[in-house]
Antibody
Framework: EVQLVESGGGLIQPGGSLRLSCAAS????????MSWVRQAPGKGLEWVSV???????YYADSVKGRFTISRDNSKNTLYLQMNSLRAEDTAVYYC??????????WGQGTLVTVSS | QTVVTQEPSFSVSPGGTVTLTCGLS?????????PSWYQQTPGQAPRTLIY???TRSSGVPDRFSGSILGNKAALTITGAQADDESDYYC?????????FGGGTKLTVL
């Protein structure tokens, strides 16, 4: 059974850093397209970043240069390093595994609140 | 900048049929964008309904179907039920990432 469990969210001051983790089971992270998707309070879904099975990474313009996606194959875990956080980064962050090329399996999400 | 468009809201009567669409601000949606559809209720993670245009996810009732209609991707719900009242999102594969539509709030009444 595919399972995704996010962790690492919390309250952080503007300008701070946070690292989100997504522990996967039931499949191999490195063999799949893995994405981070976020949802600000009361808003829609917004794609943040993807790492392809070949290792290529892509980012939404809103986070480019501030966020870094990575994976640890030995831990079968996906990460999102978030630097220079802003109030507008406040959201529930979901990790998702693709079936094909689009997100299919979703974690339960972790809340990141950027506020002083 | 490319934007994925969806109707902000839609209403359907119980037992009725509704078609939600997913378009591009410039250009047409084709199967090459691998359109997918998600259902989300408040406080819950998204649930995948349809992927690769028209493939139903495991456990999704066959009253949900996906297609390309004209220059847009479409999600059709046939025989709407009360618990179909949710937010629906489409996503398109853009090569260097994906783009979500703004979502459609579906009301069943």
């Amino acid at each position: 059974e595919v399972q995704l469990v996010e962790s690492g969210g919390g309250l952080i001051q503007p300008g701070g850093s946070l690292r989100l983790s997504c522990a996967a089971s039931g499949f191999t992270v490195s063999s799949n397209y893995m994405s981070w998707v976020r949802q600000a309070p009361g808003k829609g879904l917004e794609w943040v970043s993807v790492i392809y099975s070949g290792g290529s990474t892509y980012y939404a313009d809103s986070v480019k240069g501030r966020f870094t996606i990575s994976r640890d194959n030995s831990k079968n875990t996906l990460y999102l390093q978030m630097n220079s956080l802003r109030a507008e980064d406040t959201a529930v962050y979901y990790c998702a595994r693709a079936l094909g090329v689009t997100p299919h399996y979703w974690g339960q999400g972790t809340l990141v609140t950027v506020s002083s | 900048q490319t934007v994925v468009t969806q109707e902000p809201s839609f209403s359907v009567s119980p037992g009725g049929t509704v078609t939600l669409t997913c378009g591009l601000s410039s250009g047409s949606v084709s199967t090459s964008y691998y359109p997918s559809w998600y259902q989300q209720t408040p406080g819950q993670a998204p649930r995948t309904l349809i992927y690769s245009t028209n493939t139903r996810s495991s456990g999704v009732p066959d009253r949900f179907s996906g297609s390309i209609l004209g220059n847009k991707a479409a999600l059709t719900i046939t025989g709407a039920q009360a618990d179909d009242e949710s937010d629906y999102y489409c996503v398109l594969y853009m090569g260097s990432g994906i783009l979500f539509g703004g979502g459609t709030k579906l009301t069943v009444l």
